[in-house]
């Protein structure tokens, strides 16, 4: 079964799929949804990076959102880029992705310390010497998944 795909109600909101892209590349965090083995979602904030179409995270050993993720594959993720209440306007301005994918866990050392690589080159390529002894000191403690995206869309209100 393929990510679900609704028609979007405010539709001039609506951004292209190049917007939605982008606007996943540069959102620092994302909100993780994993479905549990009761049927209940469950939601996470983690960081990722952009490689090759895919969402790279990565995770402790153990954990809720990995006991979700054996039972069930699907995700979603949402970023938002920038939010701005507007109290006078009763609304919010802002940007934002949803993406719909299927995560899985990255078994293999070298696309292991790869993937580790490249979430260090993002949120700390000024430091260099510490990512890569991070990965070392942590590597056995640390899972890595992979969100192949299905679908991605965005919303803005500027």
Not at 27 to 34: D, K, N, P, R, V
Not at 37 to 44: F, M, Q
Not at 93 to 107: C, D, M
Not at 134 to 155: C, D, P, Q, S, Y
Request: charged share 25%; aromatic share 6%.
């Amino acid at each position: 079964m393929s990510a679900p795909h609704q028609p979007m109600r405010r539709r001039e909101r609506e951004l292209g799929p190049e917007e939605a892209w982008a606007l996943l590349a540069k959102a620092e965090f994302g909100i993780l949804a994993t479905v549990g083995w009761d049927g209940w979602p469950y939601a996470v904030p983690v960081n990722h990076v952009l490689v090759d179409g895919a969402l790279l995270i990565h995770s402790a050993t153990e954990g809720h959102k990995l006991d979700n993720l054996a039972g069930d594959t699907r995700v979603s993720y949402c970023v938002v880029t920038q939010a701005e209440v507007l109290p006078e306007e009763l609304s919010t301005r802002y940007e934002s992705a949803i993406v719909f994918g299927r995560a899985t866990q990255v078994q293999d050392q070298a696309a292991r310390v790869a993937a580790l690589q490249a979430i260090g080159q993002r949120f700390a390529a000024q430091h260099p010497d510490q990512v890569r002894e991070g990965i070392e000191k942590n590597l056995a403690r640390v899972t890595v998944f992979r969100i192949e995206i299905e679908r991605v869309t965005g919303k803005a209100r500027r």
